[in-house]
């Protein structure tokens, strides 16, 4: 039973939380006492992953007895900390061990109709922490305040402008990960030396070498900063509008897809390039809209289906299958076709509501996007090295595009890759 109690104290089963609360969970904290400080507790291997299907790759005992002091540990006995974390993470953990023990829990949900026994339920992350901070009914209750994920959790803590600490475990190993830690910037997070919040030097265990690292916000800095490669380069014009972007990754011999799943391995920064930009938006009140058909919808993960900031139109001719999209909480359109879906997007009506229009796949339907005369610009990952393909990317007309940006090579966990935008010139 301490075994047990010490692995759902990590709860980090939990990694599959989607970057699908990423934008419901941007922080407008200025309306809230900035004295409030995030603590987020985290574990990473070499190359920031923290998890593999919904599951820890590692089991680390002293990190888990770690996480459960940091988190459960208060200087006043009359009061208890506070986790936070997403819907996903809440239900990981095993029905009879929920909610964590001596901690106030509080879930991040737009779907759940109530919150469970011994839980609260936020909407938001800012909703979550204006309950326990100034007049909120937890306020006299709560010591500190911990981030305990998914990802997109993390990112949005760390782009809050909360006073942020970032208490991390870096397994100091490789591991197959499909979610990752944000990038730590060293211009906004400033690495704690000697901090005695947390054991000194290197631990082994089980044959597994980690260390315990301590990150502070610097003040005056509310954001993460883009990997050096896309730096300059993902800014939408202003006047871009209207027009419609491509958004794609392709291997040698153009493939993009086999067997509805992407060919290559996860790579961890072009997922977070991609995410970013098809959801970047500069007002709560607009959104991006993605449009995808249905095949690439249905090999969509939630992360991606359920950004806040995103309007998901899904294109399919068969009748039957629209009315089960239909009933899809994440598909907010159903269209017959990319010319409708693109009108209706770029339609005057709807500029005030939407800022950006994305097409993502499939195949057909980058055909149809590079041969429209409002398709503006083509953002494209290409992945330097051959893999089994059914499906592919079109061949880019030099004539109708021009390549304006290339970066250098990239490498991630042996795979190059280079990211390059296209313009229309005609």
Known sequence: MKCSAIFL??????????????????????????TTKLNLVVAACNDLGIGKD????????????????MTT?????????????????????????????????????????????????????????????????????????????????YKAAMESDFPCRIYLTRVLADFDCDTFLPQIDSNVFKKIDNCKEVPEGTVTENDIDFVFEVYDKIPGHNTIAEPNA??????????????????????????????????????????????????????????????QGRKTWEGTGSQQKQRQSVYNIVITRD???????????????????????????????????FESVWVMGGQVFFEESLRHPLCKRIYLTEILQHFPADTFFPPIDEETYKEVSRSAVQESKGLQFIYKIYERMK
Not at 11 to 22: A, I, K, T
Not at 231 to 257: E, H, L, S, W
Request: hydrophobic letters at 35%.
């Open 319 to 353: 009748e039957g299958r629209r009315e089960e999209l239909l009933k899809d909480p994440d598909v907010h359109n159903v269209m017959t076709s990319l010319d409708n879906a693109i009108e209706f997007s770029l339609a005057l009506e709807n500029r005030d509501q």
């Open 230 to 291: 896309l730096r300059n380069q993902t800014r939408m014009d202003k006047g871009d509008y209207p027009g419609f972007y491509v958004m794609a990754a392709m291997c040698q011999g153009r493939g993009i897809g086999y067997k509805s799943h992407i060919p290559w391995p996860p790579i961890k920064e072009d997922y977070y390039y991609y995410m970013e930009l098809t959801s970047r938006v500069t007002s709560p009140d607009k959104k991006c809209v993605n449009i």
């Open 54 to 69: 919904g599951q820890l790759p590692w089991r680390l005992k002293k990190d888990m007895e770690f996480f459960k002091k």
């Open 9 to 34: 104290g990590k709860s980090q089963c939990h990694w599959y939380l989607g970057l699908s609360l990423f934008r419901c969970l941007q922080i407008s904290a200025k309306n809230l006492k900035m």
């Open 73 to 153: 540990q208060t200087d006043n006995p009359d009061k208890k900390n506070v986790v936070i974390m997403g819907r996903k993470t809440w239900n990981s953990i095993p029905e009879k061990f929920r909610p964590l023990p001596k901690r106030i829990n509080i879930i991040l949900s737009k779907t759940m109709s109530h919150a469970p026994t011994g839980a609260y339920l936020a909407g938001s992350l800012e909703e979550a922490i204006s309950m326990v901070t100034d007049k909120g009914d937890l306020a006299d209750k709560v010591e500190g305040v911990h981030i305990i994920g998914g990802s997109s959790v």
